[in-house]
């Protein structure tokens, strides 16, 4: 029986030659060239991976650590992808797909992505919409010390709601009017927590970095570091390698 192989990433070809990382379970990173394309796997120890944290953190610092030593373009695969046999990546991957996968190298030759997140604590700029807002700030306080109606209580609550969700989205329309221009492309994913407002992912050339850093940094100095702001420099770039997304 062929052993089973784990799938970590795709190199334009001839890809590299004498990486030496380490992958799941311990096991020695290698390549194999498939229809053109250099793969990254190494021999899996499990039937299926589980989506653990060590597991995730595993797949990616194998991208993140080829594109250290200069193999920077490369097409990170799904976590979890493991295959019996080369034939079942020609079927399903190489054969369908081979010109969109040359597309994406092409977009991504010379790109790297960068992340950025975004916090708020929604008390505390409650109180300082409040502060700045002297009209909500009277009707809120007028839900203290008197009976209301509902229909009063209601129309207090959502005057506030929308006073929020606009500051929320200048906030957004900040960060977007800052970096968005600095990007080739970018994609906007989900928030993971509440305390979540924005969630971006950018595509920049590399050595631009340094400057996209600095803008990230006169974001946060412009609202007085009462956002809570996590920037990647540096992952694979997942949500650029995606086949869906080409033009």
Not at 9 to 14: T, V
Not at 163 to 183: D, G, H, S, V
Not at 218 to 234: A, E, G, P
């Amino acid at each position: 029986m062929t052993d089973r192989l784990y799938l970590y990433g795709i190199f334009p070809a001839p890809g590299p030659q004498a990486l030496q990382l380490e992958g799941l379970d311990k096991q020695p990173v290698h390549t194999q060239v498939v229809d053109g394309f250099t793969f990254l796997y190494s021999e899996a120890q499990q039937e299926r991976y589980l989506a653990s944290r060590r597991n995730l953190l595993g797949h990616e610092k194998v991208l993140e650590q080829a594109m250290e030593v200069g193999y920077r373009t490369l097409l990170p695969l799904q976590f979890g992808l493991v295959i019996d046999n080369w034939a079942t990546v020609t079927e399903q991957l190489t054969a369908p797909y081979g010109r969109g996968l040359e597309k994406l190298f092409i977009k991504l030759n010379g790109q790297r992505e960068v992340g950025v997140k975004v916090f708020w604590e929604a008390d505390r700029e409650l109180q300082l919409l409040l502060q700045e807002n002297q009209s909500l700030k009277e009707k809120r306080d007028s839900l203290e010390g008197r009976t209301l109606g509902m229909d009063e209580v209601v129309a207090i609550g959502q005057a506030i709601e929308r006073a929020m969700e606009a500051r929320k989205q200048a906030i957004i329309q900040t960060f977007q009017e800052t970096l968005n221009p600095l990007a080739g492309d970018q994609v906007e994913n989900d928030m993971l927590l509440e305390s979540m407002i924005y969630n971006a992912a950018y595509l920049i050339p590399w050595q631009a970095e340094p400057d996209f850093s600095a803008h990230v940094e006169d974001l946060d100095h412009q609202f007085d570091s009462r956002l809570k702001i996590r920037y990647n420099n540096f992952t694979a770039p997942f949500n650029f390698a995606q086949l869906d997304r080409l033009e």
